[in-house]
């Protein structure tokens, strides 16, 4: 039966990335590099009904016929679908939602910023990417019956954003000196995409955005059913109260830590200070990341905090334009599985409008601080190593709560260390489980359709100290994302939750880089397999409960 599940599930995987050749490319599989999805309403159709197959198969294998390991992949599959097809059929974003801009910016992203072959052959690739844009928006267009007014003003400024990366493309293959039937095939293709991509907007803005409904959350009894086919073990009372008692306690901790800064300022002021206190250009701001990265990077080395793979390397960059919609801050690029090179990105946003203001975000306490999250041992770490498994069906898995839990426990677990333990960095960490914390309390209000989108941001603005349109950015995009935001917290308890069983159950025997091996080197899973895979590796009892 175990070569069943794996057979079901490479047969999926190769499915997908025929269906969406980004994907492939992303994931490091260059078969398709010169193709774009279908993307119509029978393509969607398709995927739709070929998953749900894949589902109803996966469950019909019987779990006491497989081995352990095997028992983890297909319970991860059955909570990682369950939650896709119910989102898919709740909140019905594929309909609401314009993405084929954003589709189209990692068809083309991944191919200009990933070197696994040389430039002018990855440029190829992109031109014959571009040949296919138009038809590729034009058919999109099927989708969007049930436009959401919010997501398509999104989606039209990403639309705008994209232009410009197109244009970044071109230029940038005229100053390396791409060959020139290249350049020439690239040019043309790129003025069709950029004629395309303005159609594309004109028809959001003049045909869509009038039509649009203002309402986007998924309901309160929705939400419910989402959060618990999530396997967490919490209500959404329940993780709601969590991020109130989190919100009080990490505030009071940062008044402490306020009050060892300056004991004649209040908070605000403090917080003033700290944010203010930044790199004084953006070019500055990511020579700090890199050399952050380079810091925390030792420090995971020198601790034994977690084995790290070979080949692996992150880079700091600029925030591509056409993303900005989607990261006011930063995020991170993880390397694909089949990647030789283990090379991941590690995003830094610019201020919005060149607003030097906006360099707030990146000051010197948050740049150490979100180097831990994004970089060392934070995402990059995990997933690199989640790279290492060898299974198909983890490639398939979804584990928010794990993902953004790992790097959000890596903050304090680092600081219990000895690293990142300066008094500003203390303080971001502070401000940034306050943070975690009102995501919690918005996440659980927006998509219950408790609180406005204009509450969510006045909520933000207050705890976090984030400037206007920093927010706005914010709660747009928690808008389509529902249940993700209270991952980082949720996650976080959870692993300290489990550390703490399993050091108390193993006593001398315990070891914090076991811990974390037997975790990362799991794959991204849903939290609830990611705790039996733990309690494995360390051999303790009732491993197999509920698999």
Known sequence: MDQKLDKLSQNFLNYLMKSIPPLATQIGVHDYDEEMPQGDLKWMEDFMSTRQKFFEDIRAIDPEKLSFDKKIDRGAVLNTFSVQI?????????????????????????????????????????AARLEKTPEFLEKSKELITDPVLLWVKMAANETSQLKGFITLIQKTAEKEGVDEKIRARLNKASESAIEALAGYERWLVTEK?????????????????????????????????????????????????????????????????????????????????QKAVEESRQFVIDSGYVTLPENEKLHIVETPGFLRELIPFGA??????????????????????????????????????????????????????????????????QGDEFAEGWAHY?????????????????????????????????????????????????????????????????????????????????????IMDLRDYVEKKTGDKFSLRKFHDAMLYAGTLPYKYIEKVVYHAFGLDKVEAGL
């Open 209 to 289: 955005i009038p039509f649009a409904r203002k309402d986007f959350a998924m309901g309160p009894e929705n939400f419910d059913k989402f959060i618990e086919l999530r396997e967490l073990d919490m209500t959404t009372d329940e993780i709601y109260k969590f991020g109130e008692e989190t919100l009080k306690h990490s505030r009071e901790k940062l008044a402490e830590v306020a009050k060892k800064i300056a004991p004649d300022k209040t908070l605000k002021q403090v917080r003033k200070m700290m944010m203010e206190n930044h790199p004084p250009t953006f070019e500055d701001v990511l020579r700090e990341g």
């Open 86 to 126: 119910f989102e898919d059929e709740a909140h019905g974003r594929w309909k609401s939602h314009p993405q084929a801009q954003e589709l189209l910016g990692l068809a083309l992203h991944t191919l200009f910023i990933k070197e696994f072959a040389p430039f002018d052959e990855r440029i190829r690739r992109i």
């Open 332 to 397: 991170y690029d993880p390397p694909g599985k089949f990647d030789e090179k283990q090379i991941g990105f590690y995003y830094m946003s610019p201020p919005i409008n060149g607003d030097p203001s906006g360099l707030e975000i990146h000051n010197y306490g948050s740049i150490l601080n979100t180097s831990v999250h994004e970089g060392y041992p934070g995402h990059h770490v995990q997933l690199v190593c989640a790279n290492k498994n060898p299974s198909y069906s983890r490639m398939l898995t």
């Open 410 to 494: 890596c903050e304090e677990a680092v600081a219990n260390m000895g690293f990142c333990t300066e008094l500003p960095s203390m303080f971001e960490r502070y401000s940034d489980m306050a943070w975690r914390a009102v995501r919690i309390i918005v996440d659980v209000k927006l998509s219950r359709g408790e609180m406005t989108h204009s509450e969510a941001m006045d909520l933000i603005e207050e705890v976090a100290g984030f400037d206007r349109e920093s927010c706005k950015m914010e709660v747009d995009r928690y808008t389509f994302t529902p249940g993700y935001q209270l991952s980082y917290l949720v996650g976080k308890q959870k």
